[in-house]
C-alpha cells in the first residue's frame, strides 16, 4: 500500500458571523485525527475558523477564503475530508472543496458530518467538487476511503457514498486530545461528545 497523506478541513462558516462560532477543538475532527493515526496514514488537519475566524461580511469573506487558498496551497494531500458539521457550515464546505479541487486538482475530495448526513443531495450535485460523500458516523469509513486511495483509487469527478458504521467506544478507540494540533496551551475548553449514534 502506497502512503496516502490525509488532510482533514473544518471550514468554518461563511455567513454564520459570530453566531457559527464553534469550541477551538472540534472533538468530531479529532477522532477522525486520531483513528486516522492509529491506522497508519500521515495526517494533518486545519481548522479554517480557528486560522481566520467567522466572517461577518463581503470584505472579510474575500480575506478568509484569500487566507484559505494560502493554508491549503501550503498542505497538499492526496485526501482531503471536509466536515460540514451543520447547514452553517455549507457554503464555505463547497467553497474549500472547490479551492481543493483547484489547488490540488488530483486530491480526492470527501465530505462528512450531519449535513452531509441528512442533506446529500446538497452535496451530489452534477459538477460538485466532492468525489466521497460519508454519511453517519465517519471515522472507519474515512480510513476506509483512505486505505482505498493508497491502494490507487484516485478516481475524481464522480461523486460515491459510504455509509459509516459506530466506532467502538472504548480505550483502543479514545480520541487523542493531548497530541491533536489545535489543542495546545490556553485552551479554554474543551467539547467532548457523550452519546453517539
Not at 497508519?40 to 481566520?52: C, I, M, P, T
Request: proline share 7%; hydrophobic share 50%.
Amino acid at each position: 500500500m502506497d502512503e496516502a497523506r490525509v488532510l482533514l478541513v473544518f471550514p468554518g462558516s461563511l455567513y454564520g458571523g459570530r453566531w457559527a462560532d464553534g469550541p477551538r477543538v472540534k472533538p468530531e475532527l479529532v477522532t477522525l485525527w486520531t483513528e486516522l493515526r492509529r491506522a497508519g496514514f500521515a495526517v494533518d488537519v486545519l481548522d479554517l475558523e480557528v486560522e481566520g475566524g467567522n466572517p461577518g461580511d463581503d470584505a472579510a469573506r474575500a480575506k478568509f477564503l484569500e487566507r484559505a487558498d494560502e493554508l491549503l496551497a501550503g498542505r497538499p494531500a492526496d485526501l482531503v475530508v471536509v466536515s460540514c458539521w451543520s447547514a452553517l457550515q455549507y457554503t464555505a464546505a463547497v467553497a474549500v472543496a472547490e479551492r481543493v479541487r483547484r489547488l490540488q486538482p488530483a486530491a480526492v475530495i470527501a465530505a462528512l458530518g450531519y449535513h452531509v448526513s441528512v442533506r446529500l443531495g446538497d452535496f451530489d450535485q452534477p459538477g460538485a467538487p466532492f468525489d466521497w460523500l460519508v454519511v453517519g458516523e465517519a471515522e472507519a469509513a474515512v480510513v476506509t476511503v483512505a486505505a482505498a486511495v493508497a491502494a490507487g483509487d484516485r478516481e475524481t469527478g464522480v461523486c460515491r457514498s459510504l455509509e459509516g458504521r459506530p466506532l467502538p467506544l472504548d480505550a483502543a478507540h479514545a480520541p487523542d486530545f493531548a497530541a491533536y494540533p489545535y489543542a495546545g496551551r490556553g485552551l479554554p475548553e474543551l467539547g467532548v461528545f457523550l452519546s453517539r449514534g
